[in-house]
Every structure is written in structure tokens, then in C-alpha cells.
């Protein structure tokens, strides 16, 4: 009997549903909940979230021996990884979270291997992006020199200005100072900026910190159009296969021992006030409010959502965290995916991303080549809005906005999509935004933050904000997934050998 079929014939209401496994709330075993998890908690590492943070702590804790739960509020495991099955009728996935990521992303590979997860990388490169200016495409060695000069005056900048300065200037004044008379940089420069914030974190130029992006540049690199696209593998079959594997590999047969689905964290507090001792965590659930004390909890949640739980933001229990927490800057992003009888694009552009001023600020071939779907011959598009102008997105405002692409690619025939999905990542509860960013003033003060601050500590936090420059990228989640898994290992190993007398 395979893992479905037990649960189907032993839990019933244990729905497996396309997008993850669904809540087990309801079932008989329900009321022994309470009581296994007052029994169990004690020696168990509470894991808050399910997104790929959350599973990926559990499965490095898993290998480690470490016993763990989870309990996510939603009612599926993934987060921003978010695939749409059978989006069409050839079966593809349409992604309205997490799609491309880094080919030297070594974690991501150790973990595609350990769960026998095949990644395809996409070998188009950099020329296969696109920039439109609304009344041209700009070649890609244009671009590339544009941006050079963009590069030359910010370093001049920087020579100028204090780090101080920098900081506290938003990158749309940073925009005024690059265009004195002297040295020009192109509005095309400029635009292709704008659009990068735009897409990466969901921000405007007016809202976020100058001397951030110019850090950020610097650390991709003076060729960035190049860097960037080497964000060019993904997951066959769809982003959600790993938060499957990684499912399967951690319920095994009594998903109710380690997982529970719609339990959200609403409240932490140190019930000796010291944060060594054990924290308590009150969940509201479907069948009410409740408390649980552990001596290892990690919270696993997106920013918007950290924010809102009671008592994290005090200065009295997260002490240096509680500013960062309750102020760093929310992305907004919305994600629309169409399928087309015919990937008719090919025809006119071999692209893989475009940007510029149509109104999708980004658009991408979502049937990369190499890819399974490849043998379907639909084709699916992706286009992703960030800052102000993802709340203007919905499925008219879609429509017109591939109307405006196909026309720009001088596309006469009229292509009708078959099927659109619209997500809007701010309007959705469990994410309540997209990415995190520094607002001006708070780069400097925030980002050497060290978001565990106790080795020894009951709470941690782990996600894809802690990490400054990789920040709101997959690679973050993973990073900071293992580093807790680590810290936790060695503080029980620290706590066993003083039990045993051997230090
Ligand atoms: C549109 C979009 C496109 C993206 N594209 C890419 C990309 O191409 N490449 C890339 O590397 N990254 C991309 N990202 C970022 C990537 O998706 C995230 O960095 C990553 O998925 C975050 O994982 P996480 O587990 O840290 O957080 P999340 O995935 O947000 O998981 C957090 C979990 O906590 C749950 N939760 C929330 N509040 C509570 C609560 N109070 N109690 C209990 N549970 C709660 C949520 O339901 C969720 O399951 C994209 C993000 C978006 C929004």
C-alpha cells in the first residue's frame, strides 16, 4: 500500500490535493493533538511555516536525528513556491511563486539530489533578454554599455558621498544625481534599473535605499545582465515537486506526528522572561486557541507575516530585532501566467526575459528550452509586477497587457490565451508581500543584523530575509535553513554532553 492510498483508507478527510498535502484538522486523531504535542513538544523542535524554509530545516534536522513538528497556517505546505497543476491541456505547471533560480546555487543541488529531484538548466544567455523602450527594442550590447556607464557614474557617486548619504538617499534621488549635464546616463539605463527593483523586490526607486542597490551591483558584478541570467534553472516538473519530495521524505506514514496544516502563529512570549528558558507559542487552529511552551521553536514566515505575531515586535522580548521587524520594507508583486495554443512569440523573438516600459515590467517564456513541456506546443507566458503597479493587475488589465506584447513584437495576428491566472502576493494572507527591502536609513543599521542573536536561545528565525544581498530568493530560505538546523545540532550536542557529565 502505497503513502496515498494509507492515508486515503485510514484518513479520509487527509486530502493529498494538487498544490500540497491538505489539513488533517478534523480527523479522529485530532484530539489526541493537544496531548501528543504537550508530550512530545518537549524534546521537539517546533517549526513554524511550511514554506521551503520550514520543510528544509525539518529535513536537515531529520537527517541530524532531531525530532520535529510543523505547523503552518495555511491550508497547504509551499509558500511562495506555488505551482498550478494541469494548468492546461497539456499538463503544464503555471508558477505564480518562485520559478528560476541560480545554477551555482550548491544547496539547491545537494538538496534536488538527495530527493532524486532533476533541475534543467535553460542555456539560452544573455542575449536572449529583451529590452523595449516603447518605441524600440534595445539591442543587448546597448543595453550592456548603457549600463557601464550607469556603473561609472555610480562609483563617482560614491566617491562623493558618505556611506551616511548614500543610505539615507532613495535610489530615485541617486537617479537625479547620475544625470548632471557632464556624463548623461541614458534614460534606458535608468529605466532597466528601475525595472530590476521593480521585479527583485517589489519596491519603487522612491521608497528604497540608495546605497542598498549600489551595494547589491556591486556584488553581481559589472556585466549584471549576465549575472542575472544565470538565474536560469528550474525545477522539472514545476517548483512544487520539491515541496512534494520534501513532504514525502518528512511525514512518512503519520503525517499528524509531524505536520499540521492551519495552525497559525499568532502570539510568542517567555513565560520565565528569560530567552534561554522555554518560549510559548499560542496557535489560533480550527478548533480554537492554544499554547505550547518548547525549549526550540523556529519561526519559518515571510516579514509581513513575522511582523504581525504579538510580541515579536516588542522591544522586551526580540530586543534588537523588533525595530527591523516591524519596519523594513514590504515588496509588492503580482504574477499573472497565460497559456497559448501556440508559443506564436518564437516566431518573432527568441526571448527568455524581457523589460521595459510595456506595461508588464517583466515578461518571460515560461516553456524554456530543455524543458519537459517542451513536447507540449503550448506556450506559456509569465509577467511579473512589482511596486505600486501590481495593485493595477487583474485579469483585464492582463489582457491588455499581452495584447501590448504581442503587438511589440509585431504580432498582427490577434492570439487569444486559453486560460489566465492572476495572484496578487500582497492581497494573499499568508504572504501578505512579496520580498523584504531596505527602506532609506536602514541599510546601514540592519543589514550585518544577526537574526539569531542567542546560540543557546528557545527562538529562531529562519527565512529568505536573512541574508542581505540574496535576500527574497530560495537560495536565502535554504541558506538560513541549514545554518539554524546547525545551531540548534550544536546546542543540543553542547546540552547532552553537559547531562552526561563529560564537560
Ligand atoms: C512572485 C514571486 C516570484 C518569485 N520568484 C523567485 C524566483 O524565481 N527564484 C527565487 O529564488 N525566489 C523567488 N521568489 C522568492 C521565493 O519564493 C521565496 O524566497 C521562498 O519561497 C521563501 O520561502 P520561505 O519558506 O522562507 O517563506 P514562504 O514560502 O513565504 O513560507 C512561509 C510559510 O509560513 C506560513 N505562514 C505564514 N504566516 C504564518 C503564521 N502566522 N503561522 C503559521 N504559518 C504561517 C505560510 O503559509 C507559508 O507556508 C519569488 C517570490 C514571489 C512572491
Known amino acids: 500500500m502505497n503513502r496515498r492510498d494509507f492515508l486515503q483508507r485510514f484518513f479520509p478527510t487527509a486530502v493529498l490535493a494538487t498544490g500540497g498535502p491538505m489539513s488533517l484538522v478534523g480527523c479522529k486523531s485530532f484530539d489526541n493533538w493537544f496531548f501528543q504535542l504537550e508530550r512530545g513538544i518537549k524534546d521537539r523542535v517546533l517549526i513554524v511555516g511550511g514554506g521551503i524554509a520550514g520543510l528544509n530545516l525539518a529535513f536537515e534536522l531529520k537527517k541530524k536525528g532531531i525530532p520535529f513538528q510543523i505547523l503552518e ?3 497547504r505546505l509551499g509558500g511562495r513556491i506555488y505551482s498550478l497543476e494541469h494548468f492546461n491541456a497539456s499538463e503544464q505547471k503555471a508558477e505564480l511563486g518562485a520559478e528560476w533560480f541560480s545554477d551555482s546555487d550548491q544547496n539547491l543541488k545537494n538538496l534536488a539530489k538527495e530527493l532524486k529531484i532533476e533541475l534543467q538548466v535553460d542555456r539560452r ?13 534595445i539591442p543587448q550590447a546597448r543595453l550592456e554599455k548603457e549600463i557601464q556607464i550607469l556603473y561609472q557614474q555610480l562609483a563617482k557617486i560614491g566617491l562623493q558621498k558618505s556611506d551616511r548619504e548614500l543610505d539615507l538617499m532613495p535610489l530615485s534621488n541617486l537617479f537625479k544625481l547620475m544625470n548632471p549635464t557632464t556624463t548623461k546616463v541614458s534614460d534606458v539605463a535608468l529605466m532597466w534599473l528601475e525595472r530590476v527593483v ?7 526607486p522612491v521608497e528604497i535605499s540608495g546605497l542598498f542597490i549600489m551595494r547589491w551591483l556591486d556584488v553581481i558584478g559589472p556585466k549584471p545582465l549576465r549575472t542575472l541570467a544565470q538565474s536560469n534553472t528550474r525545477v522539472t516538473g514545476g517548483s512544487s515537486v520539491l515541496i512534494n519530495a520534501l513532504h514525502d521524505r518528512l511525514v512518512g506514514i503519520l503525517p499528524q506526528e509531524v505536520l499540521r ?7 510568542v512570549s517567555y513565560p520565565t522572561a528569560d530567552p534561554k528558558g522555554p518560549v510559548e507559542l499560542t496557535f489560533q487552529s480550527p478548533q480554537g486557541q492554544f499554547q505550547v511552551q518548547t525549549m526550540d521553536a523556529v519561526l519559518c514566515l515571510p516579514m509581513a507575516k513575522l511582523r504581525l505575531v504579538k510580541g515579536l515586535t516588542s522591544e522586551s522580548f526580540s530586543g534588537p530585532l523588533s525595530a527591523p521587524i516591524s519596519q523594513l520594507g514590504l515588496g509588492r508583486t503580482s504574477k499573472i501566467v497565460a497559456s497559448y495554443k501556440q508559443k506564436f512569440w518564437r516566431q518573432r523573438l527568441n526571448f527568455l526575459m524581457g523589460l521595459g516600459t510595456l506595461s508588464a515590467q517583466s515578461i518571460w517564456d515560461a516553456t524554456p528550452e530543455g524543458s519537459d513541456s517542451l513536447k507540449a506546443t503550448r506556450g506559456l507566458i509569465s509577467i511579473q509586477m512589482g511596486g505600486q503597479h501590481s495593485f493595477q493587475i487583474n485579469p483585464n488589465s492582463a489582457n491588455v497587457i499581452l495584447n501590448e506584447f504581442q503587438s511589440g513584437i509585431g504580432d498582427q495576428e490577434k492570439q487569444q490565451p486559453e ?11 499568508w504572504t501578505q508581500g512579496s520580498n523584504f527591502f531596505f527602506r532609506p536609513g536602514q541599510f546601514l543599521k540592519w543589514s550585518k543584523l544577526d537574526w539569531n542573536p542567542l546560540p543557546d536561545g528557545s527562538l529562531r528565525i529562519a527565512g529568505d530575509f536573512l541574508d542581505p544581498m540574496a535576500g527574497g530568493r530560495l537560495e536565502a530560505s535554504l541558506q538560513s535553513s541549514i545554518s539554524v538546523a546547525q545551531l540548534i545540532y550544536e546546542k543540543r550536542q553542547i546540552l547532552k554532553k553537559k547531562s552526561t557529565g563529560s564537560v
Open 73 to 75: 497556517g495555511s491550508a
Open 125 to 137: 544567455i544573455a542575449s536572449d533578454q529583451f529590452f523595449f523602450t516603447g518605441d524600440q527594442w
Open 198 to 204: 521593480q521585479k527583485r523586490w517589489g519596491a519603487d
Open 261 to 267: 496544516l492551519k495552525h497559525e502563529l499568532i502570539q
Open 419 to 429: 486560460n489566465i491566472h492572476v495572484h496578487n502576493w500582497t492581497t494573499y494572507p
